[in-house]
């Protein structure tokens, strides 16, 4: 995999191995997703319509945007992107307008997957809403749903964390009819995402992925990749003092010597709170 400069792997080449604690999610995501985008013959055969919308619902940073990725990339298939927010954001009229482009570029590009980021926003529960706009954007989306042919070979994968926020009307049978939950990652799912993390680290022996996913209750993928960043940086802090940068490089034995401590991930601990937490305590 290539790397950004973020320290995450490049968004287009994101893998399932890149994604842990997810064994399940990955599984029915294949099933759901990978499988009728590759083989849609299978669906012919048996006379059904293949799935049309799925719903990935989880709190935000468990990795719901990176799982459609994923997903998208290992079925060859290409990928757009919706965001909620960003498509209310716009004019009147022009809402509606970008939905039907960005619908008929998938189509056209088909086998693709279309990812709506935050679906919430856009199609909020009719009875609450009271603008007009809102009301047609959500009716939009609607249409353009039941819109796709059936042999077109497009996958709608929403997120939301909010699930209970939505029409109702975008849950029935042809539209998001299947649901996959996102959870918060266990202890076992924590060791596995600091894994990938830290995979391109040079660690010291002391560090115990172990004990640090013990440590971190409550964290999520974002919280453990803002995590390993953090204490990579407290390394550089902690080796500065005592560089020679008067030739401008760095030598390549003392580069070697650069390693990320346990100490390094306990200061980082200070900094860096589980997203989770810092919501409990904004609400307070
Ligand atoms: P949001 O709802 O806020 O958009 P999300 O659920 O879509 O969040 P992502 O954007 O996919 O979350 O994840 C944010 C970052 O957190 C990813 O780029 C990745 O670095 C890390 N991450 C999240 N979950 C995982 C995971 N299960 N395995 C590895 N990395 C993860």
């Given at each position: 995999a290539e790397y950004s400069d973020d320290g995450d792997v490049r968004r287009a080449d994101v893998t399932y191995d890149d994604i842990g604690g997810m064994t399940d999610t990955i599984r029915q995501l294949r099933e759901m997703v990978e499988l009728p985008l590759r083989y849609p013959e299978l669906f012919t055969r048996l006379g059904v319509d293949p799935p049309r919308g799925v719903l990935l619902h989880g709190p935000p940073g468990t990795g719901k945007t990176r799982l459609a990725r994923a997903v998208a990339n290992e079925s060859e298939a290409e990928f757009f992107v919706i965001n909620g927010p960003e498509i209310m954001g716009s004019a009147y009229g022009e809402s509606e307008k970008k939905l039907r482009e960005i619908f008929a570029a998938a189509t056209k590009a088909a086998p693709s997957i279309l990812f709506i980021d935050e679906i919430d926003s856009i199609a909020p529960s009719r009875d609450k809403v009271h603008g007009e706009a809102e009301k047609r954007l959500v009716a939009q989306l609607l249409t353009l749903m039941d819109g796709?042919?059936?042999?077109?070979n497009l996958v709608v994968i929403a997120a939301t964390n909010r699930p209970e926020a939505l029409d109702e009307a975008l849950r029935r049978p042809g539209r998001f009819d299947r649901e996959i939950i996102v959870g918060v990652p266990d202890e076992s799912g924590r060791r596995e995402i600091l894994a990938i993390h830290t995979r391109g680290m040079p660690l010291?022996?002391?560090?115990s992925l172990r004990e640090l996913a013990r440590t971190t209750?409550?964290?999520v993928g974002a919280d453990l990749n803002a995590l390993s960043r953090e204490a990579a940086i407290e390394a550089v802090r902690r080796i500065m003092p005592k560089l020679d940068l008067s030739s401008g490089t760095i030598a390549p034995e003392v580069l070697e010597t650069l390693k990320v401590t346990r100490d390094d991930f306990v200061e980082a601990l200070k900094r860096v709170q589980p997203s989770a937490m810092r919501e409990v305590m904004v609400q307070s």
């Open positions: 796709l042919e059936p042999r077109t010291d022996a002391k560090v209750y409550g964290f």
